[in-house]
Protein backbone atom coordinates (compact mmCIF):
# COMPACT_ATOMS: atom_id res chain seq x y z
CA UNK A 1 0.00 0.00 0.00
CA UNK A 2 1.69 3.40 -1.26
CA UNK A 3 1.37 5.88 1.91
CA UNK A 4 2.13 9.34 2.76
CA UNK A 5 3.82 10.84 5.82
CA UNK A 6 3.15 14.33 6.62
CA UNK A 7 4.26 16.02 9.68
CA UNK A 8 1.88 17.09 12.40
CA UNK A 9 3.52 20.21 13.30
CA UNK A 10 0.69 22.07 13.26
CA UNK A 11 -1.76 20.07 15.41
CA UNK A 12 -2.63 22.51 18.80
CA UNK A 13 -4.62 19.64 20.79
CA UNK A 14 -2.92 16.05 21.68
CA UNK A 15 -6.20 14.40 21.91
CA UNK A 16 -7.27 15.71 18.59
CA UNK A 17 -3.63 14.67 17.00
CA UNK A 18 -4.34 10.95 18.70
CA UNK A 19 -7.82 10.82 17.47
CA UNK A 20 -6.90 11.95 14.05
CA UNK A 21 -4.10 9.24 14.10
CA UNK A 22 -6.67 6.47 15.47
CA UNK A 23 -8.73 7.73 12.21
CA UNK A 24 -5.91 7.37 9.78
CA UNK A 25 -5.16 3.66 11.25
CA UNK A 26 -8.43 3.15 10.23
CA UNK A 27 -8.57 4.58 7.10
CA UNK A 28 -5.60 2.62 6.45
CA UNK A 29 -7.33 -0.58 7.08
CA UNK A 30 -10.13 0.26 4.91
CA UNK A 31 -7.82 0.85 1.97
CA UNK A 32 -6.29 -2.28 3.10
CA UNK A 33 -9.53 -4.27 2.14
CA UNK A 34 -10.29 -1.80 -0.74
CA UNK A 35 -6.88 -2.87 -2.60
CA UNK A 36 -7.65 -6.69 -2.43
CA UNK A 37 -11.44 -6.68 -3.03
CA UNK A 38 -13.13 -7.05 -6.13
CA UNK A 39 -14.71 -3.81 -8.01
CA UNK A 40 -18.44 -4.50 -6.48
CA UNK A 41 -16.70 -4.73 -3.08
CA UNK A 42 -14.50 -1.62 -3.43
CA UNK A 43 -17.39 -0.02 -4.16
CA UNK A 44 -18.82 -1.04 -0.38
CA UNK A 45 -15.92 0.63 0.72
CA UNK A 46 -16.27 4.06 -0.86
CA UNK A 47 -18.59 5.49 1.60
CA UNK A 48 -17.20 4.92 4.99
CA UNK A 49 -13.39 6.10 2.89
CA UNK A 50 -15.22 9.21 1.70
CA UNK A 51 -16.65 10.64 4.87
CA UNK A 52 -13.38 9.51 7.45
CA UNK A 53 -11.73 11.33 5.32
CA UNK A 54 -14.45 14.44 5.64
CA UNK A 55 -14.01 13.48 9.42
CA UNK A 56 -10.47 13.85 9.44
CA UNK A 57 -10.06 17.19 7.62
CA UNK A 58 -13.15 18.55 9.75
CA UNK A 59 -11.34 17.42 12.78
CA UNK A 60 -7.95 19.62 11.06
CA UNK A 61 -10.13 22.50 10.74
CA UNK A 62 -11.54 22.16 14.29
CA UNK A 63 -7.86 21.84 16.34
CA UNK A 64 -7.02 25.15 13.85
CA UNK A 65 -9.71 27.04 15.30
CA UNK A 66 -8.40 26.28 19.11
CA UNK A 67 -5.39 27.47 18.91
CA UNK A 68 -7.19 30.67 16.58
CA UNK A 69 -9.08 31.21 19.84
CA UNK A 70 -5.50 30.99 21.73
CA UNK A 71 -3.90 33.04 19.46
CA UNK A 72 -2.86 35.21 22.88
CA UNK A 73 -0.66 32.66 24.16
CA UNK A 74 0.66 31.56 20.46
CA UNK A 75 1.51 33.39 17.59
CA UNK A 76 2.04 31.32 15.18
CA UNK A 77 -0.88 31.26 13.59
CA UNK A 78 -1.02 33.15 10.62
CA UNK A 79 -4.50 34.73 9.89
CA UNK A 80 -6.22 38.06 9.44
CA UNK A 81 -6.98 39.69 13.02
CA UNK A 82 -10.77 40.18 11.91
CA UNK A 83 -11.31 36.29 11.45
CA UNK A 84 -9.31 35.92 14.83
CA UNK A 85 -11.90 38.04 16.80
CA UNK A 86 -14.78 36.27 14.55
CA UNK A 87 -13.12 32.62 16.26
CA UNK A 88 -12.35 33.65 19.90
CA UNK A 89 -16.18 35.12 19.95
CA UNK A 90 -18.67 32.87 17.95
CA UNK A 91 -19.39 29.42 19.25
CA UNK A 92 -20.13 27.78 16.32
CA UNK A 93 -17.91 24.78 15.58
CA UNK A 94 -18.86 23.12 12.09
CA UNK A 95 -17.54 22.26 9.03
CA UNK A 96 -19.62 24.36 7.05
CA UNK A 97 -18.86 27.60 9.54
CA UNK A 98 -14.63 26.91 9.02
CA UNK A 99 -15.67 27.14 5.31
CA UNK A 100 -17.61 30.17 5.08
CA UNK A 101 -14.77 31.61 7.11
CA UNK A 102 -11.95 30.44 5.14
CA UNK A 103 -13.65 31.81 1.90
CA UNK A 104 -14.83 35.00 3.00
CA UNK A 105 -11.30 35.88 4.30
CA UNK A 106 -9.29 34.33 1.44
CA UNK A 107 -7.61 31.98 3.88
CA UNK A 108 -5.79 29.33 1.25
CA UNK A 109 -5.05 32.29 -0.96
CA UNK A 110 -5.33 31.82 -4.80
CA UNK A 111 -6.73 29.08 -4.52
CA UNK A 112 -9.16 29.48 -1.53
CA UNK A 113 -12.19 29.48 -3.81
CA UNK A 114 -11.69 26.58 -5.52
CA UNK A 115 -10.76 24.84 -2.37
CA UNK A 116 -13.65 26.03 -0.24
CA UNK A 117 -16.29 24.92 -3.43
CA UNK A 118 -14.50 21.13 -3.09
CA UNK A 119 -14.56 21.44 0.43
CA UNK A 120 -18.55 22.31 0.70
CA UNK A 121 -18.87 19.02 -1.96
CA UNK A 122 -17.25 16.73 0.34
CA UNK A 123 -19.43 18.23 3.20
CA UNK A 124 -22.60 17.79 1.75
CA UNK A 125 -20.82 14.29 1.07
CA UNK A 126 -19.91 13.71 4.47
CA UNK A 127 -23.76 14.89 5.33
CA UNK A 128 -24.60 11.58 3.70
CA UNK A 129 -23.99 9.36 6.35
CA UNK A 130 -27.75 9.64 7.07
CA UNK A 131 -28.99 6.90 4.14
CA UNK A 132 -32.09 8.85 3.76
CA UNK A 133 -30.68 12.35 2.69
CA UNK A 134 -32.83 14.68 3.60
CA UNK A 135 -31.11 17.29 2.25
CA UNK A 136 -31.44 15.31 -1.60
CA UNK A 137 -27.71 16.33 -1.92
CA UNK A 138 -25.91 14.46 -5.24
CA UNK A 139 -28.29 11.70 -6.97
CA UNK A 140 -30.36 9.40 -4.14
CA UNK A 141 -28.78 6.26 -5.10
CA UNK A 142 -25.43 6.12 -2.76
CA UNK A 143 -23.44 3.86 -5.06
CA UNK A 144 -23.55 7.37 -7.82
CA UNK A 145 -22.73 9.61 -4.68
CA UNK A 146 -19.85 7.68 -3.50
CA UNK A 147 -17.77 7.05 -6.36
CA UNK A 148 -14.16 6.46 -7.28
CA UNK A 149 -14.07 10.19 -8.27
CA UNK A 150 -15.14 11.63 -5.21
CA UNK A 151 -12.77 9.18 -3.39
CA UNK A 152 -10.20 10.97 -5.53
CA UNK A 153 -11.14 14.23 -4.84
CA UNK A 154 -11.05 13.38 -0.78
CA UNK A 155 -7.75 12.24 -1.37
CA UNK A 156 -6.52 15.32 -2.70
CA UNK A 157 -8.66 17.65 -0.32
CA UNK A 158 -7.10 15.52 2.82
CA UNK A 159 -3.15 15.94 1.19
CA UNK A 160 -3.77 19.98 0.31
CA UNK A 161 -5.05 20.60 4.03
CA UNK A 162 -2.10 18.75 5.30
CA UNK A 163 0.47 20.30 3.10
CA UNK A 164 -1.00 23.71 3.99
CA UNK A 165 -1.04 23.42 7.50
CA UNK A 166 2.17 22.31 7.61
CA UNK A 167 3.79 24.65 5.58
CA UNK A 168 1.51 27.88 6.76
CA UNK A 169 0.55 27.03 10.50
CA UNK A 170 3.19 24.68 12.26
CA UNK A 171 3.90 25.10 15.85
CA UNK A 172 6.97 26.58 17.04
CA UNK A 173 9.65 24.06 17.04
CA UNK A 174 9.75 21.71 20.48
CA UNK A 175 6.29 22.51 20.98
CA UNK A 176 4.66 19.80 18.86
CA UNK A 177 1.61 17.56 19.84
CA UNK A 178 1.55 14.66 17.57
CA UNK A 179 3.22 12.00 15.87
CA UNK A 180 3.46 12.41 11.77
CA UNK A 181 0.21 11.50 10.23
CA UNK A 182 0.24 8.50 7.78
CA UNK A 183 -2.30 8.78 4.88
CA UNK A 184 -2.62 5.36 2.68
CA UNK A 185 -2.69 6.99 -0.61
Same mark, same amino acid.
Given at each position: ??????? /????????????????????R?F?????????E??? %????????????????????????????????????? @?S????????????????????????????????????L????? %???????Q???????????????? @????????? %???????????????? /?????? @??????
Amino acid at each position: MKTTVIP /GDFIGSFKTGDNIQRNLETLRLFYSYYETESKENRS %LLLKPIIISVAFIIEAILSDWRSRVRGHTREKSVKIP @DSLISIFQEKPNDQFGFYIDQAKKHNLFGNETKDFCHRLANLKK %LRNRVHIQNKENHFPRDEEEAFNT @DAKNEAEYL %LKYILNYMLLNHSRPK /GSRFSG @DFIIPF
